[in-house]
Every structure is written in structure tokens, then in C-alpha cells.
């Protein structure tokens, strides 16, 4: 009885055993299937969809991006701005390469907040918002006009729901209106009030080392390289081009700083209507090409110089009424800009600061570390056509698909 019990219970000696397959991505639960996705690179975003059918689904759908959203940072993505109509890139930092981008046609970027990126239509001025990343797009209102039709000086972008600062006017003579999309709609112009230097800083101290601000007419080194008595001009790639770290006066407002056409470093507030002229880190006859950038909730003035048979660039930041350098380029790679009359733009985010340093002679973008003082030359950007795309300036953002305009 039990001899029969056991050879009915074995199997068929020519009956063989089915192997499992090995478990995969197709037996992950879908739920955990989006948080593996979500945790990709950005630029992974573009790839995964042509995976399959699951995939591409997986990444159009809401559970998808809140996946996305609950990711806490990502590593900022820099959009490059070149001289010639060549298509729009981007320089991923974390990943340290150069990734395909969108854009809004016939537009020129001009700020940016967050994972999103405003554009101005040169023509008709029309201002438009963008997820470079996804292509999601949308026009603002038409922000509203104050009395004549006064001169736009600097675009500012702020906050999460993103605000829009429009300086319009001369200095002392500046006014503001500010867009909220929470919203959607401007705010009627404002005229800022003019304060005292030296609260512009973190303090009240008196302002040092710089002194006044002279509104004479002045000579100096233009942003072209040509020796002019007239006020300074950016580059048309930066024309507008500001700033913001958070305000301290009000919850969702900012500091905008963009440059005077003096050349000096003008500071607005947003939240007291005020704003600021900033004392000269040099004296108006030296040539030199300046800009500011935004890192870490702190502004920076990013300044070119030529002094005793060399070059230097070097970071600076108000404080306590006063300039005070806080990096510099190391000697041997800054002396290669001597002569060359070269301009730069730079654009911070985090940690970083981006420097694009062009010329007739000299093309190159550089990523400085702020808090480690370190610096290295990016590398070269190779087109379809296998030339290099050589860059005039660049804005930051930080890739996210889950970001709605």
C-alpha cells in the first residue's frame, strides 16, 4: 500500500518540469512601477515612453506625476542661448551632458522660476510662460500701461505660483506691475520709492568702499567693447535680465537686482514698493563687463576685469553696506580672457553659477561652486553638423514633467 502511494505520487519519467521566468519590470506593481519611473533622470522622461505601451502610458498618467512631485529637488538643467538659429539645448548639471529642450517659437527667453521659464516676444512684446521640459505653454494677459508708454528696464520671475515683475521707467523714476497666476491677472503700476544704500543689505550699517552713486555722464568700456560716453547696453540675449531672492519683508515677494544703465546694481523690493542703487565695486573708468546672479536665497555681482597684464573674474556680494568678494577664478583660466574685450553672462541656481564668457576671440562656459570656491570649463557642445555651438548667456530651471504653467 504505501509502495503504490509513492509511485503514484512521482511524476512520469518523461514528463518535465516548467521553469518560472525570472521576475521583471512587467510583475512590478503598477503604483511601484511610477515611483521607479519618477526617480529617473529628466532626461530619461523623453526615452521611457518609447519603451512600450505600459510605459508610455505610465508616463501620462496623474499618479505619475505626483510620483514626480513627491521627488524633492533635481539636479538644475541650464538653457542655452546662442547667437545663431540652431536648436534649443540644454546643460543637464547633474548628469553633465547636453539634452534637447523646447521652446516657445519666435520668442526669447528672459526669466525663470522653479521648472519654468517666461519668454517675450521681441515684436509685440507679448510674454508667455513654458515647461521647456514638457512643452507645455501658455500667453499671459496683457499687462497693463501706466501713463505714456514707459521704457521696460528689467523682467523679474518669483515664487511658487510663480509671479512676473515688470521695472519699467528710469532711475528714480521707476514703477512696477506684478503678475500673479494664482490669479491670473496684473496688478496696477506702483511707483517704487527710492532708500538708502545701505539697506539694501541684511543691515542697516553704513555703506563703505563704493560711496555715492554718480548719474554724471561717464566713459566707459561697453558691453560691445567700443569706448562710449552714453549709458551701458546688455546684450540682446540679457536685455532684460534680472534676479530674485526672497524677500524679507513678505511671503511670496523677492528682491529683484538687475543692472542700471549706469552700470550700477540696482536692488527693488517688492514687498516696501522701494529700491536701491547699489555702490560701484569699481571705479567708472575701469573696463570691466558685470552681472548678477541669484544662489542659495543670496545675490552675487559676477565681475571681468584686466588689471596689471591679466584678467580676473571674481564674485562679489553686499553685505553690511559693502562689497566683499566671496570666489575667484583661478588666475591661470581667467588670464586667457586678457585682451580678448570679452563679455559675460552668468546665471546662478543653488550652488552653482554658470558663467558664459564670449568674444571674438574666446567662447566658453564655466560652473563655478560657491561654498567650495571650485571651477571647471564645461565641456564642448557638438551639433549634428559636428561644430561646436558656442553660447552667449543661459537661464536655469529645474526639470520637472509635473509642472503646469
Not at 562679489?316 to 570666489?327: I, N, P, S, T
Request: hydrophobic fraction near 40%; charged fraction near 20%.
Amino acid at each position: 500500500m504505501e509502495l503504490s502511494t509513492e509511485m503514484s505520487m512521482a511524476p512520469p519519467a518523461n514528463c518535465r518540469k516548467r521553469k518560472c521566468p525570472p521576475p521583471g519590470l512587467r510583475d512590478i506593481h503598477e503604483d511601484m512601477l511610477e515611483r521607479v519611473l519618477a526617480r529617473l533622470p529628466p532626461a530619461s522622461f523623453f526615452r521611457l515612453r518609447a519603451v512600450c505601451r505600459e510605459w508610455r502610458a505610465a508616463a501620462a498618467s496623474p499618479t505619475f506625476l505626483d510620483a514626480c512631485a513627491r521627488v524633492p529637488s533635481r539636479d538644475p538643467w541650464f538653457l542655452m542661448l546662442s547667437e545663431r538659429p540652431r536648436p534649443v539645448v540644454a546643460f543637464d548639471a547633474g548628469e553633465r551632458s547636453w539634452n534637447p529642450c523646447r521652446s516657445a517659437p519666435g520668442s526669447m527667453p528672459v526669466a525663470a522660476s522653479g521648472g519654468l521659464v517666461l519668454y517675450r516676444a521681441p515684436a509685440t512684446g507679448e510674454l508667455s510662460v513654458s515647461n521647456p521640459l514638457t512643452g507645455a505653454f501658455r500667453a499671459l494677459p496683457t499687462p497693463p500701461q501706466g501713463q505714456g508708454v514707459p521704457q521696460l528696464h528689467a523682467i523679474a520671475m518669483y515664487g511658487s505660483p510663480y509671479r512676473v515683475a515688470l521695472f519699467t521707467g528710469e532711475v528714480p523714476d521707476l514703477s512696477m506691475s506684478v503678475f500673479d497666476s494664482s490669479k491670473d491677472s496684473w496688478e496696477a503700476p506702483v511707483a517704487l520709492a527710492r532708500r538708502s544704500e545701505a539697506s539694501a543689505s541684511s543691515t542697516d550699517a553704513p555703506a563703505q568702499g563704493g560711496g555715492g552713486v554718480d548719474d554724471s555722464t561717464v566713459y566707459f568700456l561697453s558691453k560691445s567693447g567700443d569706448v562710449v560716453a552714453t549709458n551701458m547696453q546688455r546684450s540682446a540675449s540679457k536685455q532684460y535680465s534680472s534676479v530674485a531672492i526672497p524677500s524679507e519683508r513678505g511671503a511670496g515677494e523677492a528682491v529683484a537686482y538687475f543692472l542700471g544703465h549706469s552700470g550700477t546694481v540696482v536692488a527693488c523690493d517688492t514687498a516696501t514698493r522701494t529700491f536701491a542703487e547699489l555702490p560701484r565695486i569699481l571705479p567708472v573708468h575701469f573696463e570691466y563687463s558685470i552681472d548678477v546672479v541669484a544662489c542659495n536665497g543670496a545675490a552675487y555681482a559676477i565681475v571681468l576685469s584686466e588689471y596689471l597684464d591679466t584678467a580676473s573674474l571674481r564674485l562679489w556680494q553686499f553685505a553690511d553696506g559693502a562689497w566683499r568678494q566671496v570666489a575667484a577664478m583661478p588666475p591661470a583660466m581667467s588670464h586667457g580672457f586678457y585682451g580678448k574685450k570679452a563679455d559675460i553672462n552668468c546665471v546662478g541656481h543653488g550652488d552653482r553659477v554658470m558663467v558664459c564668457v564670449s568674444s571674438g576671440d574666446v567662447n566658453g562656459c564655466f560652473m563655478c561652486d560657491v561654498g567650495s570656491d571650485r571651477w571647471e570649463e564645461l565641456p564642448k557642445c557638438i551639433n549634428s553638423d559636428g561644430e561646436v555651438n558656442e553660447f552667449l548667456a543661459a537661464f536655469s530651471f529645474e526639470p520637472r514633467v509635473e509642472i503646469n504653467v
